[in-house]
Each structure stands twice: as structure tokens, then as C-alpha cells.
């Protein structure tokens, strides 16, 4: 059964600082997926990557994907308030037809 | 917005009673999945259905069914509800599987 793990689950960090969240995950995908939630609200997308060595970038967040190592990393890069949210990475794998979802990072950036 | 509709937005209900909880999926999207997310299971996988047939089943209670209509919209129906089954239920939808999905806004059960 996949399994995907992120870590931290939580993490406290000052503005202006970097910091990068893991996705690891147990099984071969080729698709992997980060997505934003605020309190209460729905799941936003933010990346979709697709292949070995894929990266990806908006803004502060820049996402990346290592297929061999099953592993995706969200860097976020001078942190600032607005960023604070959960933020999940899901995998889908062919044939499954259906996200697995990790546990979700709850991030708080303060002023 | 996704372009993904859901209702009711809110749903607060006693324990023992049915709910019905409703999908509209983007437009031309003939994918809708269901998925709940608790404080306890976090975000879990519940069920796809693809134009209208299952196309495939997580860890979803015997309780709950869901179907989707030739309009393609869905209906999760949960009954004989437990405090346990209080969550935010969110419906995606995809324009095929194994494609990006697009979430809905959610429906948050209170079961008291």
C-alpha cells in the first residue's frame, strides 16, 4: 500500500527566513502534487510535477521531484506571513485513480 | 474558485440520521472523486467514479454510497452517522483520470 510521509508536521519560522519540506513516498509515481490549505478552506494547487528532476517555481515556493529517490521537496525562500497554511503533497499512480495523500505540514511564519 | 460546486456548505445533524451531500464537477471534468479529511485520518480517499461507473474504492464505511448522474454531478450519502463521521467532506473533479483534480470548496458534517 503507498505510503507518503512529510516532515516536519509542523514548523515555526521567522520572516525573511528559508526553510524546505519533505514528501517521501513508497511506491513508484510519476505524478506528484503539492497543494495549499488556509484554516477551514479548500485544497488550492500549486504544483503539478511530472517527471524525474522536475522542478518548479512561483513566487517563493519552488517545488522538485526525485523519482528515484521517491522523494519531493517544497523550498520556501525568504518566508513571509502570507505564506502560513498547510500545505500537503499527494501522489497519484497510474492505475490507482485516486490521490494519496501525506499528513500535511501546518507552517506559521511569524513577523 | 476551482469551478468545482458543493452543497450545503454547512450540515449539522444528530447521530442515527442520512445526509446527502452534493457534487457539481467543472465543466466537461467526467471525474469526480470524494475524499474526507479529520482530524485523526487526515485527508483519506473515499471513492472515484469515472462518466458515471466506480472506477475505484478507498476505505469508505458500508454507511456511506455514492453514485454519479448522467449530468455527471455526484451525491455522497452517508447514513446512520456516528460523532465520528463529523469532517469536511471535499469533492474533486479531473477531465479524465490521472490528471490534475480540482477541488471543491467542502462540506463540513457536524454529527452531535
Known amino acids: 500500500e503507498l505510503k507518503v510521509e512529510q516532515n516536519p508536521l509542523f514548523l515555526s519560522m521567522q520572516e525573511g527566513k528559508n526553510y524546505t519540506i519533505y514528501c517521501n513516498y513508497s511506491?513508484?509515481?510519476?505524478?506528484l502534487y503539492w497543494y495549499r490549505q488556509d484554516p477551514g478552506k479548500s485544497l488550492e494547487s500549486l504544483f503539478v510535477?511530472?517527471?524525474?528532476?522536475a522542478v518548479k517555481q512561483e513566487g517563493r515556493l519552488m517545488a522538485s521531484l526525485d523519482t528515484k529517490a521517491r522523494l519531493s521537496t517544497l523550498h520556501i525562500t525568504a518566508a513571509v506571513h502570507d505564506l502560513s497554511a498547510t500545505y500537503f503533497c499527494?501522489?497519484?499512480?497510474?492505475?490507482?485513480?485516486?490521490?494519496?495523500f501525506g499528513q500535511g505540514t501546518r507552517l506559521t511564519i511569524n513577523p | 474558485d476551482s469551478g468545482v460546486t458543493q452543497t450545503p456548505k454547512h450540515l449539522i445533524t444528530a447521530t442515527g440520521q442520512r445526509v446527502t451531500l452534493r457534487c457539481s464537477p467543472r465543466?466537461?471534468?467526467?471525474?469526480v472523486y470524494w475524499y474526507q479529511q479529520s482530524l485523526d485520518q487526515g485527508l483519506q480517499f473515499l471513492i472515484h467514479?469515472?462518466?458515471?461507473?466506480?472506477?475505484a474504492k478507498g476505505n469508505i464505511l458500508e454507511r456511506f454510497s455514492a453514485q454519479q448522474f448522467p449530468d455527471l454531478h455526484s451525491e455522497l450519502n452517508l447514513s446512520s452517522l456516528e460523532l465520528g463521521d463529523s469532517a469536511l467532506y471535499f469533492c474533486?473533479?479531473?477531465?479524465?483520470?490521472?490528471?490534475?483534480?480540482?477541488f471543491g470548496p467542502g462540506t463540513r458534517l457536524t454529527v452531535t
Open positions: 474533486a473533479s479531473s477531465a479524465q483520470p490521472h490528471v490534475e483534480q480540482y
Open positions: 511506491t513508484t509515481s510519476d505524478r
Open positions: 510535477l511530472l517527471s524525474n528532476g
Open positions: 499527494a501522489v497519484d499512480i497510474q492505475g490507482a485513480q485516486k490521490l494519496v
Open positions: 465543466s466537461g471534468d467526467l471525474s
Open positions: 467514479y469515472y462518466n458515471g461507473e466506480e472506477r
